[in-house]
């Protein structure tokens, strides 16, 4: 019944995919790592975040936007974090209770927003 359950991080995250489709954001829902989508947070018609539903964790690369589901929530709601854990419960059904505030950003995979670019984490190439 629970196929969201290989999302979660010992049961602390909830889904980012169902918020992404309350927002109307087209998404793979099957894909491992990272993968485009449209920014929910600006407008735009091609593909300039990044969603990684294993991590429930999404970054923006045209626009400061980043974070988990509650962070995506608290942007395009303008709310606050209690706020959004609300709305994140009655989106995707998870209880909001359990999980304290900080445990939000405390999870070994939750530094990957530089990951990608192979190499040159500090000096730039100049082609
Ligand atoms: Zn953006």
Redesign the pocket.
């Known amino acids: 019944m629970r196929r969201d359950a290989l999302r979660h991080r010992d049961g602390a995250k909830p889904p980012i995919g169902p918020v992404l489709d309350l927002y109307g954001v087209h998404y793979v829902p099957n894909h491992a790592g990272w993968q485009p989508i449209l920014?929910?947070?600006?407008d735009?018609s091609r593909p300039?975040?990044t969603v990684n539903l294993d991590d429930c964790y999404f970054t923006?690369?045209?626009?400061?936007?980043h974070g988990d589901v509650w962070d995506l929530v608290m942007l395009k709601e303008s709310c606050d974090f209690r706020e959004a854990q609300q709305r994140v419960a009655a989106i995707t059904g998870e209880t909001a209770a359990t999980t304290p505030a900080g445990a939000a950003i405390s999870g070994p995979g939750y530094l990957p927003r530089y990951r990608r670019s192979g190499g040159g984490t500090h000096a730039r190439t100049v082609r």
């Open positions: 920014c929910p947070i600006h735009e300039s975040c923006c690369h045209a626009c400061p936007a």
